[in-house]
């Protein structure tokens, strides 16, 4: 029996839309995930499911953090002692029945403690600073701009005036009285003074 090149297309068509209809496949994402998993999904064929159900798993990061108190020793973690502060980080993961996991760091393991020592002070608002001892300081000070060190002022006959740096002038003064410091006049020197030539 011969068939029409219109009726073979027909018919290879409507097998097609058939088959197609048959072997459709879909992937449907459940209302309801598995526990323990961010969303599930199910491949169907022709309506039915085929094969396993497809879990995402929830992603590994941090769902929550708070600052948390010690309140009772060795509670969350042994070694805890009671008003130590602590962070409590809760993490998603999938793991048996359960569905996240806590995580608990000490603050004070954050933080590495530093003290005032020598020439060190530690102030109120928590900054160091260099440490003058004021009796002694000779000019030395402290500024917004650094460590500095003021010259020495003159005094009046030993009243007045402070201690400091020495300028340029009177290094260069100073230097003149070491130069000079071991000449020495003798008796017959002074004595010429006061003869008249």
Do not use: C, W
Not at 150 to 173: C, H, P, R, W, Y
Request: aromatic share 6%; proline share 1%; net charge negative.
């Amino acid at each position: 029996m011969a068939v029409s090149k219109a009726t073979l297309l027909a018919t290879l068509k409507k097998f097609r839309q058939t088959s197609d209809t048959r072997y459709a496949v879909t992937v449907e994402k459940l209302e309801t995930a598995t526990e323990g998993y961010a969303h599930s999904y199910a491949v169907k064929q022709n309506g039915v499911q085929v094969g396993a159900t497809i879990n995402i798993p929830k992603d590994f990061l941090v769902k929550s953090a708070t600052v948390e108190t010690v309140a009772t020793a060795d509670t969350p973690v042994a070694g805890y002692t009671v008003g130590q502060k602590y962070l409590d980080f809760v993490v998603n993961t999938v793991d048996g029945d359960a569905t996240a996991q806590h995580i608990y760091l000490l603050v004070d393991e954050l933080v590495d403690v530093y003290k005032a020592g020598n020439g060190i002070e530690l102030g109120a608002n928590n900054t160091f600073s260099v440490k003058i001892d004021a009796t002694n300081a000779n000019g030395l000070s402290v500024s917004a701009n650094g460590v500095g060190l003021g010259l020495a002022t003159a005094s009046a006959q030993g009243v007045g005036g402070s201690n400091g740096a020495m300028s340029a002038v009177d290094k260069e003064n100073l230097d003149g009285l070491v130069a000079n410091a071991n000449e020495t006049i003798t008796d017959a020197e002074i004595a010429g003074i006061f003869v008249d030539e």
